[in-house]
């Protein structure tokens, strides 16, 4: 797929396939909750007219390449398009009447097959992220599907209503149904992670962190979905990224008077876990010298108390 043959796609198409619905529709513009932050109110308009978006939160606005690439966070086009591709793969190219009754995604989807982690490129793809296999497999699993005559696979980790969050090199999304998923260990302590990667991280950084309770949002819009679990623990530990996204649903939680410990400022030089264990630090943080990560990064892990 090249950029004109992207730009042809329908932008509502577009997020429809990984999950993201219109809250209203007024006229050619669609309106949605800012998939870049938790809100209340939607921000986030697409003009089905032009095929264009606009995040009045943001300022910013573009055209499918720019969604994707603000999406999948990355300055590559190639990669952006390779998600396009993988995400609509026989699209619409034509203005859609779009419904708010439209059948969800897994009724395109086929031949699902969910089976052990175990294909070298997730394989490969976990490495570069350094977290261990054994961790990897007691989580996740390995789904191959077809969609539209394609096929494709990915690294599952399933969600609390039977859906799965899915995640390869060039795409990240979801088997609906979306949900949250949830870890309850019985303890007065639960972490909060915004996707299942950080939760993986910490684990990986301090396996004893298992034995504590943890809600992954799987999407920053799935907050308010997370609030009755997390209201039942004295203490709400939330690794959330440092984002515009993160910090917004930070405020949401202290608005709502929970007893929520800010830990994104313990890895405030990287966006999120992850990339703290990669040693990734964000662009603003990046020294021109070579400088040892361990030596570098604080001890998020080791101060953390139940």
């Known amino acids: 797929m090249n950029s004109e043959q992207a730009k042809q796609i329908r932008i509502e198409e577009y997020l429809y396939r990984i999950g993201i619905m219109p809250v209203k529709e007024r006229g050619c513009n669609l309106w949605y909750k800012s998939p870049f932050r938790n809100e209340d109110k939607p921000s986030f308009k697409v003009n089905r007219d032009i095929n264009q978006w606009r995040d009045f939160g943001s300022g910013e606005k573009g055209n499918i390449i720019d969604l994707a690439m603000k999406l999948h966070q990355t300055n590559s086009v190639s990669d952006a398009l390779r998600a396009i591709e993988q995400t609509v793969p026989n699209p619409q190219t034509h203005q859609s009447s779009f419904s708010f009754r439209q059948q969800e995604i897994s009724d395109e989807i086929s031949d699902v097959k969910i089976k ?6 997730l394989i490969e793809m976990l490495k ?3 977290i261990p296999m054994e961790l990897a497999r007691k989580y996740c699993k390995e789904v191959h599907y077809s969609l539209n005559g394609k096929s494709y696979f990915a690294v599952a980790f399933p969600n609390d209503k039977g859906g799965f969050e899915t995640l390869n090199s060039y795409f ?4 609906p149904p979306k949900e949250i998923t949830t870890f309850d260990r ?9 996707g299942f990667m950080d939760y993986l991280s910490l684990l990986t950084m301090q396996a004893r962190q298992a034995d504590v309770s943890a809600v992954v949002l799987n999407s920053v819009s799935n907050l308010e979905k997370a609030v009755p679990f997390l209201s039942k623990h004295e203490k709400i530990n939330a690794f959330l990224d440092n984002d515009e996204a993160g910090k917004q649903a930070l405020e949401k939680l202290q608005k709502l008077n ?4 800010d830990i994104s400022k313990r890895y405030a030089e990287f966006k999120d876990v992850n990339d703290y264990l990669c040693g990734k630090k964000l662009p603003q943080f990046q020294k021109k010298q070579t400088i040892e990560v361990e030596k570098s990064m604080p001890k998020i892990g080791t101060r953390i108390k139940r």
């Open 258 to 261: 929970l007893p929520v410990v």
């Open 116 to 121: 052990p982690l175990n294909h070298p490129a």
């Open 172 to 175: 990240k999304g979801c088997l």
């Open 186 to 194: 019985q303890i007065q302590t639960v972490h909060l992670y915004e």
């Open 128 to 130: 570069n992220r350094k």
